[in-house]
């Protein structure tokens, strides 16, 4: 009972709180329209009222007013509080391209709202004294035109030799705008995201903002009584809830329960919606990144550097070199990382093309990557034990395995390996760098390729040369367990290996030593730990077999890591083409021979 009374008194606290959050900020009206949250009256609400950017000014005239950018305000035509939408013009001069080289959506909350029809695109806007008005590669702009000089716009993806440059001259330049924006006196039709209270303007309720919780409430949108009345009534309502029986308490409780369900899933929807990569320009990449002042790494294809979105929000950029490649790498991410959502995939927050500079956002991710800690079992600064180790090749097989079957078309990597393995705070996997990934169907068993792709040590035999056969999605199996091999032992057990063994090739040392059922020499502190190490062995020894038919698929190697560790069959010898079975303490092949061999050679025609 004493835990029902508490309960009541929150109720009943909440309750006079939310009747007087109520009253002021009931809802307002400026001429024709309605104001409510999100947007608040500048002078006549406090700004709990509203949502950040939301703010608006109704003149002595009843005209509805916003800011958007450097004091350039628009008069509000219409707001759809359920769509989430809101349609503007400029109530001096009514010709909107004149504004589109000041217009900085960026610092507001809103984004363009583009019809089905229409796209985004980059436009040159030229003067010219003497041109045709029916010139077929730009779009004549009636409102900044006089009768001396005609004013165009020129997509920037059209040809302009046919421009006589002599009597034209190049005003300004905008990006990222919608076609209808620029050939047409069109309103400004903008929408908004942040806050998403569409879910409930759609059950005929309004959002509000809930100080004693911080976070937004759905009310029910009717005219409710005074605060005194609310007030009393809540203290008559808290008095009958402390003489209810437990039965009762019970099924409120459930309620609660319900509801919270309900947001939970409703959280989600947000999450998911907002996960679409979002554009950006370069001037907005450099703000992200304040100017690229924090530098985070530097690879072959770019240079990667921390930055924020938000206050809660911070990313990982990735410059690319624009002398790398023919723009393979961007095409790759941006096509096949922004449209699949999976917790071990990282995921694509948004992406830069401004001319020849190309970036892309990703999620930043604390830990890293998983080479940073693997390589030393017996450092306990680094090491994170061999449970998580498991779950790790565990997560990383699981979005291998979507990447294969989960998606629309099956999606090769190619270049799996622990640098590409990056870890969030909870050291949760996700498989990134979608650089060298190939499309193709499901039922398609081969894939071509022109030319070897991947990190030499991983790669595949079969993507060497054709002499071992077709390349298909068994490769990246092939590169899944050679990480395996490597994160349960790696260069610091190749190492004491060379030293004690005479070069022996690391993969065929752990398989001799499961052969000989003889315990693996790796720093390991109890019974439950050696199972672990002798399964992921296992696993990757099965993975690495020369020949692709018989290597396992994805969804057999999730099986054999959640499956019984003691009934795994060793797997094949796969080096077995290089001399019989040899003794880990008497071999003298030369360390790293195979991969030698296949670097030399040749591809078949």
């Excluded at 002798?534 to 020949?547: E, N």
């Amino acid at each position: 009972m004493d835990f029902s009374l508490i309960g009541v008194l929150f109720m009943f606290c909440f309750n006079v709180e939310l009747a007087l959050a109520s009253d002021t900020c009931q809802v307002l009206s400026c001429g024709n329209q309605e104001i409510r949250f999100p947007f608040r009256i500048k002078g006549r609400q406090p700004q709990n009222c509203g949502y950040p950017g939301f703010d608006l000014v109704c003149t002595d005239s009843n005209e509805t007013l916003i800011e958007l950018h450097d004091s350039l305000n628009f008069s509000v035509n219409k707001i759809d509080y359920r769509k989430q939408t809101i349609e503007l013009s400029y109530p001096h001069n009514g010709c909107f391209p004149r504004l589109l080289h000041s217009l900085k959506l960026s610092a507001s909350p809103f984004n363009f709202n583009m019809k089905a029809d229409d796209y985004y695109g980059d436009y040159y806007f030229f003067n010219c004294s003497a041109l045709e008005r029916d010139y077929m590669e730009g779009y004549f702009i009636q409102c900044l035109s006089t009768s001396a000089s005609s004013i165009y716009a020129i997509p920037s993806s059209s040809k302009i030799e046919y421009l006589p440059l002599s009597f034209c001259t190049k005003m300004f330049n905008v990006s990222s705008v919608p076609r209808i924006f620029v050939i047409e006196d069109a309103h400004l039709h903008l929408k908004w995201s942040e806050p998403d209270c569409g879910h409930c303007e759609s059950k005929g309720n309004r959002c509000s903002w809930n100080r004693t919780k911080n976070e937004f409430s759905c009310l029910d949108n009717h005219k409710g009584p005074s605060t005194a009345l609310v007030t009393t009534g809540s203290v008559l309502g808290s008095f009958f809830l402390i003489l209810l029986t437990g039965a009762i308490y019970y099924i409120y409780d459930t309620c609660i329960i319900q509801k919270e369900k309900e947001a939970i899933i409703e959280k989600f929807l947000e999450d998911y919606r907002a996960q679409k990569p979002t554009r950006y320009s370069y001037a907005e990449i450099k703000r992200i990144t304040n100017n690229f002042g924090d530098k985070l790494g530097e690879g072959a294809y770019g240079t990667v550097f921390k930055g924020s979105i938000s206050k809660e929000f911070t990313v990982a950029v990735k410059m690319l070199n624009n002398s790398q490649g023919n723009g393979e790498e961007f095409v790759n991410e941006v096509g096949i990382i922004g449209k699949i959502h999976h917790v071990n995939i990282v995921r694509l927050v948004g992406f830069c093309a401004d001319g020849f500079r190309r970036a892309l956002i990703y999620e930043f991710l604390p830990n890293s990557s998983l080479q940073k800690f693997i390589n030393s079992p017996d450092n306990k600064q680094n090491f994170l034990g061999w449970k998580k180790l498991q779950e790790i090749a565990l997560g990383v097989a699981k979005g291998i395995e979507y990447l294969h079957q989960g998606c629309d078309q099956r999606i090769l990597h190619f270049d799996i390996k622990p640098q590409n393995v990056l870890l969030d705070h909870n050291f949760t996997p996700k498989i990134c760098d979608f650089g060298l990934a190939k499309l193709c169907s499901k039922d398609q068993s081969v894939v071509s390729m022109t030319a070897a792709r991947g990190t030499l040590g991983y790669i595949a035999p079969e993507v060497f040369s054709r002499n071992f056969g077709n390349v298909s999605y068994k490769s990246d199996v092939y590169s899944y367990g050679m990480m395996l091999l490597e994160t349960i032992g790696g260069k610091k057990i190749t190492e004491d290996v060379e030293e004690n063994s005479s070069h022996i090739y690391y993969p065929e040392w752990i398989h001799n030593l499961l052969e000989e059922k003889e315990e693996m020499r790796i720093h390991i502190e109890d019974e439950g730990d050696a199972k672990i190490a002798k399964q992921l062995a296992t696993v990757g020894l099965w993975c690495i077999q020369w020949h692709a038919v018989d290597r396992p698929s994805m969804q057999t190697v999730l099986q054999m890591l959640e499956g019984d560790q003691d009934t795994l069959p060793i797997p094949p010898n796969p080096f077995a083409s290089t001399g019989p079975s040899r003794k880990y303490s008497k071999i003298g092949v030369p360390a790293r021979q195979i991969i030698q061999d296949l670097e030399v050679i040749q591809e078949l025609d």
